[in-house]
């Protein structure tokens, strides 16, 4: 499944797709966002590449309390970094967006504090793993605290930004609503969720791969 | 059967607040600005280039580097 070709051809495509229709389809022409809408494909589909990205993760984590294999620990971890990863650039792609819509890089947005602090959060699990010496240990208790900072991903991002007065679609006065309209879906949907979150995988795959030859050859 | 006319109402009512919050904005209905200039200078395409480009270079690294680990799991076996 990792050295097959199919599904990254297929990543490949859908995001040709998504840059060339992202840029050239035609998109509701809405105020305050105006052409900066098509973000939705690139800024939004990073969010949805780290929760999918992040969800796998913690399945293997879980795996490995179960079993206790070391693949599935390998496999946590390298899936969690891209998690991160995917989060990284969805915050500093969002403050680009945020400087020439709502005016400044940081406005203390309750969604734009929420994302970070689970990043923070996902980062203290690579700190935390890292100060243990015992691979048994590392790989148990970073199992643990993989399924707690997941679980955290919930309240910090999509349910007190919701509940809270935020400049994000979906926060307490806020009636915006850009998912609704169908050219937007049709790009959104089938080309950059899954080509964002495919490329994810690929590179997740590569580094577990390397993992696994490196340890190989070390024993 | 009640369960289809609830549905049908929800959307009913659901399609006339769209309606309505059409309503209210056009008081404030100015013509939004959107980059038609830039599509008719043909600029637009410039844009798709370079994200075009920048995709290609990443894919081009990425498939290297998976024939490299391929190449190198086969030796190691």
């Given at each position: ?77 390298e899936y969690a970094k891209t998690g991160i990863l995917f989060g990284i ?131 | ?77």
């Amino acid at each position: 499944m990792l050295r097959q070709k199919w599904w990254k051809i297929v990543c490949v495509i859908l995001l040709l797709y998504t840059a060339v229709a992202g840029f050239l389809g035609s998109v509701p022409a809405e105020p305050i966002l105006n052409e900066t809408i098509r973000n939705l494909y690139f800024h939004v589909a990073m969010w949805m590449a780290m929760m999918i990205t992040l969800t796998v993760s913690v399945i293997y984590s879980v795996k490995y309390l179960r079993t206790n294999k070391h693949v599935y620990d390998i496999y946590a971890l390298e899936y969690a970094k891209t998690g991160i990863l995917f989060g990284i650039l969805g915050v500093v792609t969002g403050s680009v967006w945020a400087r020439w819509t709502w005016g400044s890089f940081w406005s203390n947005d309750p969604k734009q504090l929420g994302a970070t602090i689970a990043l923070l959060i996902y980062l203290a699990y690579l700190v935390l793993r890292n100060s243990m010496t015992d691979l048994d240990k590392r790989a148990r208790i970073g199992a643990v605290y993989n399924i707690f900072a997941f679980a955290m991903l919930f309240p910090t991002i999509w349910i007190i930004p919701r509940m809270v007065d935020s400049l994000h679609p979906g926060g307490m006065g806020n009636s915006f609503n850009i998912e609704m309209d169908p050219r937007l879906r049709e790009v959104f949907y089938p080309g950059a969720i899954p080509g964002w979150t495919l490329l994810g995988v690929w590179i997740t795959t590569l580094r577990i791969r390397l993992q696994l030859v490196a340890e190989r050859r070390h024993n | 059967m009640y369960k289809k006319i609830l549905v049908f109402l929800f959307l009913c009512q659901a399609f006339c607040m769209r309606l309505l919050a059409q309503g209210d904005t056009s008081a404030a209905n100015k013509p939004v600005e959107m980059a038609d200039k830039f599509r008719a200078d043909g600029k637009i395409y410039v844009v798709v280039a370079v994200v075009v480009v920048i995709l290609l270079g990443i894919f081009v690294y990425v498939a290297r580097l998976d024939r490299k680990i391929t190449r190198f799991e086969k030796e190691i076996k």
